[in-house]
């Protein structure tokens, strides 16, 4: 299926992957296609368009070529009963398109059902969608083609709809009570648009009901100038209603009763609706509100207790102000990172301690933590009683049995009552099946099946998936037999157990059986997997790996995943049967010898690309398999495979220090390194570089030490000048840490000789960068400038993003602190926007440091003291610090705030800062580095 997008840069997308679409002319053909689909676009027209007033001779021929590649392009994902997109029709041609299929046409529907849900007072809904609605955009509409004459209009319709649905959201927002957040917003939108006197309306408003009258009255004096001055125009009646409201404070102003926004919890959305258990959710809602801070849901796999507990979450979000977290322990198998799992979701990923944890639950404030699939990790239950120290924190477990710890109050979910049951299965069928309906007898089947599956989701649904093709009634008889088949079964399972697997073994039986092999080797993927990697790992026997994939997903044993590429994945009861099938297979052992295999080699191969142009990819696609390359390593360690442990951990050091797993790579490779004390002297050399790096991470400069010196000997040994030069610029950077900058010059010299030699142009980029910062910390800002010049040049020319974004942030404080303000703005910008594509954290965090230092250099010591929280954050969430280094420019910048504001006042907006997420920081920033000027500040 075809997906077109002109929100943002011309796209089209093919079962979610992007085509490649050429170059810049036939973007334009395709565009021009676009804003007439399903019209009939004359040839005389698309050459005017294409080649302006003075057309070549040859623009017929030329734009029939054109039309014949974007055929090529957009007719071969095609399937058979597709009809073709681009079509040839006197006097020109013509784009055939389904409405949905553009998301613009998405836009305006979304728009129309926030107007709706709006006009029957419920702003809550009406932001929600609304919020979806603007989440399409991308950019400005048809961003990369937008000079094309005859889009002019479509684009300027798009973009004053986009500009209303924000404005109606505010108002939703302004209506729910959130106008302290919205101030900043509405400012920096003002700016942008100064004679929308709505906006103008909506910030006073914000302001006033934030107790910053005199900011609402100077609000509409900036109004009035902006509308006399540029357009000749006074306020209108709006605007001067309003100014005589603030400045009599009428009553009918004053805020509403502050609701939770549903963009405030932070939990996972659903496609489907959620059917039925209100007296259950006002028991859970009850417990909470009485006390029970450790409340745990349990009930079988498949009983329903993830949607439950998420809905029930949702419920008692206003209890908490919105503040509620969600932490998925699905995939994770290992107890000690349950922690560092939990911190992540509450954004100070990698603090995997558990009294760094505690602590700061202790002073977050009031929050509903719903961790869910607690069953993967019981061993790790004692943790909870131990944040439970936080005294306004409450926590919503799901887990198939109790934790048995104190102060735990369990809820078993019982099965659904018949008649949720049915409206649950009508819901389903209906989805596989428009023309679905209980018509006559059939509700009686239905309540007889929903009976018989003993009132479990999951059951229901999977047996509602056969409905396109079977009534209710032969569901029935088909599955009646195998029920008291089962029920002849093991007396000491679970009645509604065998009621589960009933249904999976009725699911699995419909498979052929190359199929269910695949369906069982599937089992081994954790988090799911990509196509590529299920190819690569199951085998069934005859036919494509693939066609068996596309079955399994079709019977909704798995499901497809929404990622960057291809996935699937499947329910984890699902999974658990699945795996069983494979032990009966006697097949598991050599099935996940095949899944390590394939993801060491996947971990080696990004790293051997990880320095190159494609860096942030392959950083991302390690991530997507995060799951997988964990339980690859466990089996490695499990097996006894201890030299394949050694090169997976070595394959992902890079990858753990740049998206700021440090703690997990650490442990790993410290593990790994104690198994293999005879490993080949060249492996072991680079773990113990990849060790000590992501010890100096975490400041723990010793250990790094005790990393680094036995590397440089053995790289010594070998006489590999590559492993030479990276150990000798880390040692370098140990020295530059202690402040001896002799030391740290001479290391970093002989690293570029050793690179030099061995042609390791990456590590010789690297070492001219320090060389700089050598200079920088010494205060020769000139040296400074020039050697990190050099390094930014050099890795530019090479493409190498990671060393780039390094380089220009350092570049750029040296800059700022000489003086070249605009150009270290310039540089900023472009660090922030590559380590934000990396994910490279602590390079942010850096990056908020030095926009501090910009921020106070422009006398707005209040967003210094913001970014300066927001920095401390960002290292606090993967558990880094700020590297001395770094520490003279940063206490330079902080004494300058200091001098220009109150400490109470530093104090706040350095909380401020700290509360930001990292992409709300990341996005305030950028603004500020990218629109010259300051960020608004409330």
């Known amino acids: 299926m075809l997906e077109f997008s002109v929100l943002g840069p011309l796209e089209v997308r093919a079962d979610g992957q992007p085509l490649a679409l050429g170059g810049a002319k036939r973007r ?165 648009h100064p004679h929308s006197e709505r906006l103008r309306t909506q910030l006073m408003l914000a302001l006033y009901r934030s107790g910053r009258q005199a900011d609402a009255l100077d609000a509409y004096q900036d109004a009035r100038r902006a509308l006399t001055d540029d357009l000749g125009l006074e306020p209108g009646p709006e605007l001067r209603e309003l100014h005589q409201a603030i400045l009599h404070h009428d009553a009918s102003l004053l805020a509403p009763e502050r609701s939770a926004s549903p963009t405030e919890a932070k939990l996972p959305s659903f496609l489907t609706v959620f059917v039925g258990r209100e007296s259950e959710l006002e028991e859970v809602a009850a417990l909470v509100r009485d006390g029970a801070r450790l409340l745990t849901v349990t009930g079988l796999g498949g009983m329903g207790k993830t949607r439950f507990a998420v809905e029930a979450a949702r419920n008692l979000a206003g209890d908490f102000d919105g503040n509620v977290a969600y932490v998925q322990l699905a995939s994770i198998a290992d107890p000690e990172l349950v922690a560092a799992t939990i911190a992540q979701a509450l954004g100070e990923s990698g603090v995997a301690a558990e009294d760094a944890l505690a602590q700061h639950l202790r002073s977050r404030g009031r929050l509903l933590l719903l961790v869910d699939n607690f069953e993967q990790v019981l061993d790790a239950a004692p943790l909870l009683p131990r944040l439970l120290e936080a005294p306004d924190l409450s926590v919503l477990v799901t887990s198939r049995a109790p934790l048995r710890v104190s102060g735990e109050h369990e809820y078993p979910l019982p099965p659904l009552q018949v008649d949720e049951a049915v409206t649950l299965f009508a819901d389903r069928a209906l989805g596989v099946n428009p023309h679905f309906t209980l018509g006559d007898g059939e509700t009686d089947a239905v309540e007889e099946l929903c009976a018989r599956l003993e009132g479990l989701p999951l059951a229901i649904e999977l047996a509602a998936a056969r409905s396109k093709l079977l009534t209710p009634t032969a569901l029935l008889g088909r599955l009646a037999g195998r029920l008291d088949l089962l029920a002849e079964g093991p007396r000491d399972a679970p009645a509604r157990h065998r009621g589960l697997r009933t249904t999976l073994d009725w699911s699995y039986e419909l498979l052929t059986p190359s199929r269910q092999r695949v369906f069982a080797q599937l089992a081994v993927f954790v988090g799911g997997c990509s196509l590529e990697a299920a190819e690569a790992v199951c085998d069934s026997g005859a036919g494509s790996v693939l066609d068996d994939v596309a079955g399994i997903v079709e019977e909704s044993l ?96 890079r990858f753990w220090q740049t998206h700021g797993h440090l703690d997990e790579g650490r442990r790993a490779l410290e ?19 990849g060790a000590g790096v992501l010890a100096g991470e975490q400041g723990d400069f010793e250990a790094a030490a005790g990393f680094f010196e036995p590397s440089l000997e053995l790289a010594r040994m070998l006489g590999d000048h590559v492993r030479i030069a990276g150990a000798l610029a880390n040692l370098g950077n140990l020295a530059l840490f202690s402040g001896n900058f002799a030391r740290a010059r001479l290391l970093y010299e002989e690293s570029i000789e050793e690179a030099t030699l061995g042609g390791a142009s990456g590590t010789e980029r690297i070492a001219r960068e320090n060389l700089g910062l050598v200079a920088l910390d010494e205060g020769d800002l000139e040296r400074a400038i020039a050697l990190l010049e050099e390094s930014a040049a050099l890795a530019a020319q090479d493409r190498d993003e990671r060393t780039r974004a390094s380089s220009t942030r350092a570049l750029a404080a040296a800059l700022l602190e000489n003086g070249d303000v605009e150009r270290a703005r310039g540089l900023l910008g472009e660090s922030l926007t590559l380590a934000h594509r990396l994910g490279e954290v602590n390079g942010i965090a850096y990056c908020f440091d030095t926009i501090a230092g910009l921020a106070v250099t422009e006398r707005d010591p209040e967003e210094a003291a913001l970014f300066f929280g927001a920095a401390d954050l960002a290292r606090a969430s993967i558990g880094a610090l700020r590297p001395p280094d770094q520490q003279p420019l940063y206490e330079r910048w902080l004494a300058r705030t200091l001098s220009q504001l109150d400490a109470a006042v530093y104090a706040a907006r350095y909380e401020d800062g700290r509360l930001l997420e990292l992409d709300q920081a990341y996005q305030r920033a950028l603004e500020l580095v990218s629109a010259g000027r300051r960020v608004a500040t409330e």
């Open 28 to 192: 334009a053909l395709l565009a021009l296609l676009l804003v007439r689909a399903n019209e009939v676009v004359s040839t005389d027209r698309l050459i005017d368009e294409l080649w302006g007033e003075n057309p070549p001779e040859t623009a017929p021929n030329t734009l029939q070529a054109h039309v014949s590649q974007l055929r090529r392009v957009l007719h071969g994902p095609l399937g058979e009963d597709d009809e073709p997109v681009v079509l040839t029709e006197p006097p020109g041609y013509v784009l055939r398109a389904r409405p949905e299929s553009l998301d613009a046409y998405r836009f305006e529907q979304l728009v129309s059902a926030a107007d709706g849900a709006r006009a029957r007072g419920a702003p809550a809904e009406s932001s929600t969608l609304l919020a979806e609605a603007l989440g399409l955009w991308r950019g400005g509409a048809l961003a990369d083609v937008a000079d094309l004459g005859s889009a002019q209009p479509e684009i300027a319709r798009l973009e004053e709809l986009r500009r209303r649905a924000l404005e109606d959201m505010i108002d939703c927002e302004l209506e729910l009570g959130h106008h302290l957040e919205l101030v900043p917003e509405i400012e920096a939108l003002v700016g942008q």
């Open 558 to 653: 798995a499901r497809r995943e929404r990622a960057p590429s291809p996935r699937v994945s499947m329910l984890e009861t699902v999974r658990e049967y699945a795996l069983e099938h494979l032990r009966a297979l006697a097949e598991e052992e050599d099935v996940r010898l095949r899944h390590g295999t394939y993801f060491l080699q996947f971990a080696e191969l990004a790293e051997a690309e990880s320095t190159g142009p494609d860096q942030a990819e392959w950083f991302e696609q390690l991530e997507w398999e995060h799951d997988n390359l964990r339980s690859a390593l466990l089996f490695f360690h499990e097996r006894g495979e201890a030299v394949l442990e050694l090169r997976l951990c070595v394959a992902l050091w």
């Open 671 to 689: 593990r790994a390194l104690a198994e293999n004390p005879d490993a080949e002297p060249l492996l072991r050399a680079r773990a113990l570089n």
